[in-house]
């Protein structure tokens, strides 16, 4: 298909529903935005309904709200939510008038714990929902956080699914997905590395997170370019009516955020500007050598500086234009042996627009970001990667009663830059890639069943291959409390990255576009012959499951799910021949610089949450497996963990509530490893294939065993960690807090050395100690 055919369709695609617009404004529409009234922040996820009637809707994570096709008549709307009074304000609604409104809530100390449960049971009774988890800096409070401050890096490692592989260097992986094939969205830019090299911190400060939301399988079409999962981070807008911020300090690192209005409200028909500015950093190889010098007298080799700014600007009826920038940065410097140093920047503006005459909601984004990550091992040539690009976005949403439609279209441009050089070969790619997508997303309701079919079609415009990706959701409520869901879809992408699913530790994360350089066949597990007819990584999601409310204060969900990766590409470790003419008699998989794999990622997940008053229990238990097959043998990957189980409980008490205990336990069955049977000489005769090698001096080869045929001990750890408030003024905080990592000194294995014949362990026993002030 031409790239003029297919913007045709996608034209097509996108229009095809522009008509639900005359449809809809037969009757009248009352939406609008809810504030805090304190700080103008939104007030996302609560109900807005109509007093008296059933009639209702929840606030979106920009706190927007839609109640549609209403008959002309005299309306009450209200809302109630947790620590806030209830709102109630008359409205009178005309025929086919569109009422927007903005809604400001007012803090309480009334308890209204209750209502908030009835607003978050609407949205499980009314969305699908299927593996998909909120994150609030509230929940990432309740953990104990490594350092004192609170991190969604270790968050993301107590939800369903997910498997974390080291403290240091390691990775996240989530239902068999690699980190690649995860996708991190920062108000609509895409970042490409989340995470810091010592694996316990994001680049992201709590503290102007909004909300997360994280996908862990079977999204919707409203997300693509990934086959495993989805990360998507809203930020705070500022403080809109007051100068604010924190300051804080570590053992670890300290931070500084500061947020507050440019321009305030005269009155509720007035524009408002406000902003966020932030900006954390770590001086662990400093501190280190003071505070945890029994873990390695040259100090812990990690550092790092996050920056992010934000401009909001809100118009009277709730529209508003958010531009943002970052500067992330993490030096690793292993005994000035190995030198690893990454920076990532971007820039990027979002938006929202209410139409005064039309229902529906427009949104879109467009960004630019770089990232840079080199290493340097002093004997050898350095490794570099650089990925840099734009993303825009443009979505629609028409609110139709309890039914939504949703389309829009993405358009993405990037280069890479790619040099890796081994004892071996050397692979090099400088190359620019396009992709333009269209997607179409309708809910609806019909009783007691939810349906949330979707359809996306993916245009690589570089590879000049289309991917049409048909999605679905399903809800069926039972009873009030006992819900089954289910979903499924198709998955492409063409990014990799330049290190190997076989890597147990590679902190030089780079990527490369879909490469020429793969092998033109691919034998199967039933030893048949494949031609690869394309040059993405391909997936199919299928998972179902169900949610039982055993009580008003404690839920379960349970989900199984199955990844089919239908197709991969990865390095090739056994290349031992350049791809040139000279070479046409050897076989692929000993020339060509990526070889293709397929595989599968299946497993359960168990989720127990119990939330009432000051206690918060968090109980996850996950069983999974994955494998792959490279044409030649199935293996198991670094990252497949059988079991994994975390227990996460907080609690709040003292005088005023000011103290608050948090504890996290987790358990993992032991990762898979290659034994190693043996060393020789190696001797490649690199230049001169005439060299003595009697006299020669070779380097040291390793013999491996079978791949991953066998497993590490266990893995378990305790942490824990104190809080204390001091409120100093009406607006202002002192919180002190301490905690403790691996409280019993667990000696958890990360990886064996080979070379030096030593265990590596994971974190020992570290306690911290901090104080933030808050204003």
Not at 295 to 309: Q, T
Not at 652 to 671: E, Q, T
Request: charged residues 20%.
């Amino acid at each position: 298909m031409s790239k003029i055919s297919f913007l045709k369709v996608i034209a097509l695609f996108l229009l095809s529903f522009v008509t639900v617009q005359s449809s809809t404004a037969q009757n009248g529409n009352i939406r609008g935005f809810v504030y805090d009234f304190e700080s103008g922040e939104p007030v996302i996820f609560t109900s807005v309904i109509l007093k008296g009637t059933s009639y209702g809707a929840q606030t979106d994570v920009n706190g927007y709200f839609s109640i549609s096709k209403l008959k002309p008549d005299n309306y009450v709307i209200q809302i109630t939510m947790l620590g806030h009074d209830t709102l109630l304000e008359s409205v009178t609604l005309k025929a086919n008038e569109i009422l927007t409104k903005k809604l400001y809530l007012k803090k309480s100390t009334v308890n209204l714990k209750v209502i908030e449960i009835s607003a978050e049971k609407k949205e499980q009774t009314t969305e699908v929902r299927t593996s998909v988890t909120k994150i609030t800096p509230q929940d990432m409070k309740r953990i104990p956080s490594v350092g004192g401050e609170p991190d969604i890096a270790q968050y993301m490692q107590v939800l369903p699914g997910v498997v974390f592989t080291g403290d240091q260097g390691g990775q996240l992986y989530i239902r068999g997905g690699a980190p690649v094939q995860n996708k991190v969205l920062l108000d609509g830019m895409i970042i490409y590395n989340p995470f810091h090299s010592i694996g316990l911190f994001s680049v992201f400060d709590a503290d102007y997170i909004r909300n997360a939301d994280v996908y862990t399988g079977g999204f919707g079409a409203q997300y693509g370019g990934r086959i495993s999962s989805i990360m998507d981070i809203t930020t705070r807008d500022g403080n809109k009516k007051r100068l604010s911020g924190k300051i804080g300090a570590t053992t670890f690192g300290s931070k500084i955020l500061l947020e507050g209005p440019i321009k305030k409200a005269k009155d509720e028909h007035s524009s408002t500007s406000s902003f966020i500015l932030s900006y954390k950093n770590s001086y662990l190889k400093q501190s280190s050598k003071l505070f945890y010098n029994y873990i390695d007298s040259a100090g812990l080799p990690f550092n790092f500086n996050d920056f992010y700014g934000k401009i909001s600007l809100n118009s009277p009826n709730g529209s508003k234009v958010n531009i943002f920038g970052f500067n992330f940065n993490d030096q690793v410097n292993y005994n000035n042996i190995t030198n690893i140093n990454w920076v990532s920047s971007g820039v990027g503006s979002n938006f929202i627009v209410i139409p005064g005459g039309s229902p529906v909601l427009i949104e879109g984004n467009f960004a630019y970001s770089n990232y840079n990550v080199s290493m340097d091992e002093g004997n050898s040539l350095p490794n570099t990667s650089r990925i840099n690009g734009f993303n825009f976005g443009l979505n629609f949403t028409y609110f139709i009663q309890k039914n939504e439609i949703n389309y829009g279209l993405d358009i993405l441009g990037f280069k890479t830059d790619f040099e890796y050089y081994s004892s071996r070969f050397k692979i090099t790619q400088e190359e620019n890639t396009s992709e333009l997508a269209g997607y179409l997303k309708y809910k609806h309701i019909l009783g007691k069943l939810i349906l949330d079919p979707s359809l996306r079609l993916h245009y690589y415009a570089t590879l000049q291959e289309v991917s049409p990706e048909p999605r679905i959701g399903i809800k069926y409520n039972l009873t009030d409390n006992f819900r089954l869901k289910a979903s499924a879809g198709r998955y492409s992408q063409n990014l990799i990255a330049a290190n190997s699913d076989r890597d147990v530790v590679n902190l030089f994360y780079g990527f490369l576009s879909g490469p020429d350089n793969l092998p033109k066949s691919f034998v199967d597990r039933n030893g048949k012959v494949k031609e690869i007819n394309s040059k993405l990584q391909l997936a199919n999601h299928y998972i179902a499951g169900f949610e039982i409310d055993i009580t008003n204060n404690i839920s379960l969900n349970v989900e199984a799910y199955n990844k089919q990766y239908t197709q991969l590409s990865n390095l090739n470790r056994n290349k031992i021949f350049d791809d040139v003419a000279d070479n046409f008699n050897k076989p692929d998989t000993l020339k060509k610089d990526f070889i293709i794999e397929n595989g599968f990622a299946r497993g359960l997940d168990f989720l127990v949450k119990y939330d009432y008053k000051r206690l918060y229990i968090w109980a996850v238990y996950s069983i999974g497996y994955v494998r792959r097959w490279d044409g030649q043998q199935e293996y198991i990957p670094h990252f497949d963990r059988r079991h994994n189980i975390n227990l996460v409980a907080s609690y709040i008490f003292g005088k005023g509530l000011n103290w608050s205990v948090d504890a996290r336990w987790n358990f993992g069955s032991g990762f898979p490893f290659t034994q190693t049977q043996g060393f020789y000489e190696l001797l490649d005769f690199q230049g001169n294939l005439n060299a003595d090698y009697t006299t020669a001096n070779g380097n040291m080869g390793i013999l491996y065993g079978q791949l991953n045929s066998k497993r590490l001990p266990t893995f378990h750890r305790l942490d824990i960690s104190v809080k204390r408030k001091f409120p100093i003024g009406e607006n202002a905080m002192f919180e002190a807090h301490g905690g403790i990592t691996n409280v019993y000194n667990r000696n958890n294995v990360f990886y064996f050395n080979r070379i030096t014949n030593k265990v590596v362990h994971q974190l020992p026993f570290m306690p911290s100690v901090g104080l933030n002030l808050s204003f």
